[in-house]
């Protein structure tokens, strides 16, 4: 894990010079980072800077254009263009991700720095009476030329009573005696003895007719068998209620084949276990510190977060949010498109109410803004895209704009049809003069209520829909809830 810890460390190292870098020569405002990530405000200059440069290259490279988001965030923030809205919601995009990727890059170098934290061991402490045996896992210097893995089981300490601490050990279930490769004339590996067969329907237990060789759980101790093997018989009896038999399995028991390495690892192996035996009554197990004149030294071996680990899924966690955080701008669009339909019969009804109580078509427009502006200023009301919309639509107006064209202007700006067709009653009334405008709002709301109820009905079977998986998925935990334990019975 060097190679990832230097790789970690050169990228720390390169992304600081560019957060530096992007200090002094970027041009992004600290007033414009959003006010709970002031003090991170370096990150969004740096963003801003990578993100002018990407879109240099997208530009060069002839990618997509910003133009649709571009269009979004027009109509999502009023008040400011939507090139610089977009600006600034980049800078914050690409300056989060440097910023995941770098704390990516500092747990990776930290992860890769604290794997080297190791203690040297030369004792392992027994667990006691009655207390079970210990496992360590240990990795071995000296052994070899590149360090070996070992696992050390201590035994507890032996007592007075030692019969009285034992217990029958359960075999683990399996399906197969031997393991893959070997046979009833040649084993070389341990044996799997299983406790359930058919199913479960019959009970077996186990013995060795050699348990020198073949224990009491299956481990093999062949080391010091001739090649030729010698033959065990293995008594299995399997018992199904009252009935019991016995039958007799002769298996011919083979030395392991091991390579030099392993033989010198078994060796080491042995003598820990025979130091093992013969300390029982000790508080801690000696380890050898020498074999055929190497000096070995054992470390603790820790369950460490893997450098790599951490650079992989901090760069991942970069790219998803790079790639992820305008799906939430999309989102925030379609809701705006929902919101406004809902509110489309409330503004016509406003209108139709207005305009009969004898205002004018601006006289009736201003009066719904200030309304809302009155309502939103107080805190007792929410945005509401569409009376933004029209807010907007009464500023061009009030700077000289035809009122027509800003009627008109308002009805694109919503890209909805409902508001489009509402604009051209207004223009048309405008330009032409009637007197049944009222009566034609009036008609209109009446039919949008009845579309928004609709909608609403849809909406409602649609979540009705939806709900029928969890319920069903409910029903299959209940079911299983009471049918296991009544099949679990009958064992």
């Known amino acids: 894990m060097k190679i990832v810890s230097l790789i970690c460390l050169a990228g720390v190292v390169m992304l600081v010079w560019f957060l530096l870098a992007a200090k002094e020569k970027g041009t992004y405002a600290k007033e414009d980072v959003p006010e709970k990530f002031a003090g991170l405000w370096v990150f969004w200059r740096a963003g801003d800077l990578l993100a002018g440069k990407t879109a240099q290259w997208r530009r060069r490279l002839g990618f997509g254009s910003s133009a649709k988001y571009e269009r979004i965030c027009s109509e999502l923030y009023l008040r400011e263009s939507g090139a610089d809205t977009l600006r600034k919601l980049e800078a914050g995009r690409y300056g989060i991700a440097v910023m995941i990727l770098l704390l990516a890059l500092a747990l990776g170098l930290a992860a890769g720095l604290a794997g080297q934290d190791e203690t040297s061991v030369t004792s392992l402490p027994r667990n006691a009476a009655g207390g079970g045996p210990a496992s360590y896992d240990l990795r071995v210097r000296g052994l070899e030329d590149e360090e070996v893995p070992l696992t050390v089981v201590v035994e507890e300490q032996r007592c007075g009573d030692v019969e009285a601490l034992f217990e029958e050990a359960r075999m683990e279930a399996e399906s197969e005696l031997f393991a893959e490769g070997d046979t009833a004339d040649e084993a070389r590996h341990d044996l799997h003895f299983p406790t359930r067969l058919c199913s479960g329907l019959v009970r077996a237990s186990w013995e060795s007719g050699d348990p020198s060789i073949v224990r009491f759980d299956g481990t093999l101790d062949a080391e010091q068998l001739p090649e030729e093997g010698r033959t065990v018989e293995l008594y299995l009896t399997m018992r199904y209620e009252d009935e019991e038999e016995i039958v007799s399995i002769p298996v011919r028991i083979c030395p392991p084949a091991y390579t030099e390495e392993e033989e010198r690892l078994h060796a080491l192996t042995r003598e820990i276990r025979e130091r093992e035996e013969e300390g029982r009554g000790q508080v801690d197990l000696e380890l050898p510190d020498e074999m055929d004149g190497r000096e070995l030294e054992y470390v603790s071996a820790r369950e460490d977060a893997s450098p790599l ?29 929902e919101q406004m339909q809902r509110d489309y019969p409330e503004v016509v009804l406003k209108l139709a109410i207005l305009l009969r109580a004898g205002l004018t078509v601006r006289g009736a427009w201003e009066r719904i803004t200030a309304n809302y502006r009155e309502r939103l200023d107080a805190g007792t009301g929410e945005k509401r895209y569409v009376y933004e919309e029209m807010h907007q639509a009464l500023i061009r107006v009030m700077s000289g704009r035809p009122e027509t064209e800003a009627y008109l202007e308002f009805g694109r700006r919503t890209h909805l049809h409902c508001y489009l067709k509402l604009s051209s009653l207004l223009e048309q009334n405008l330009r032409k003069g009637g007197k049944n405008l009222v009566m034609l709002l009036e008609s209109e709301s009446d039919q949008a209520w009845h579309e928004r109820r609709n909608s609403a009905l849809k909406k409602g079977e649609e979540a009705g829909t939806k709900m029928v998986l969890p319920m069903m998925l409910n029903m299959v935990v209940v079911m299983m809830v009471i049918m296991i334990p009544a099949l679990l019975s009958f064992y």
């Open 309 to 337: 680990q951490v650079l992989l899924v901090g760069t991942v966690g970069a790219g998803l949010w790079f790639l992820l955080s305008f799906r939430k701008l999309e989102d925030r669009a379609q809701e705006r498109t």
